[in-house]
Nanobody
Framework: QVQAVESGGGLVQPGGSLRLSCAASGRIYRIDTMGWYRQASGKERELVAATERSGSTTLGDSVKGRFTISADHAKGTVDLQMNILKPEDTAVYYC??????????????WGQGTQVTVSS
């Protein structure tokens, strides 16, 4: 059984900062990709940031220059540092972990989600 557990959401004023953390656990042989997605009310889930085992990083256009992703693929942890937050960043943020288990089974695990609300 594989799990991804997020922490760090909450309420913050516009211009403020928050840091989200996610830890994966369970029978994971190798993690290839760790990332963060978000889903605002009435909208589809979108990629915020992702990082590959190779070190390459992808950031959504709306968060470039404000958000930073960092991960330790060996430990199964990924953080999202969010700065200069805007009301439009309000959403439920989900951690995603992709890789392989010890039986060569593909893993695509989502966390339960953590609410981020940006409001004055």
């Amino acid at each position: 059984q594989v799990q991804a557990v997020e922490s760090g959401g909450g309420l913050v004023q516009p211009g403020g900062s928050l840091r989200l953390s996610c830890a994966a656990s369970g029978r994971i042989y190798r993690i290839d990709t760790m990332g963060w997605y978000r889903q605002a009310s009435g909208k589809e889930r979108e990629l915020v940031a992702a990082t590959e085992r190779s070190g390459s990083t992808t950031l959504g256009d709306s968060v470039k220059g404000r958000f930073t992703i960092s991960a330790d693929h060996a430990k199964g942890t990924v953080d999202l540092q969010m700065n200069i937050l805007k009301p439009e960043d309000t959403a439920v943020y989900y951690c995603n972990v992709r890789g392989y288990g010890y039986n060569s089974n593909f893993i695509d695990q989502w966390g339960q989600g953590t609410q981020v609300t940006v409001s004055s």
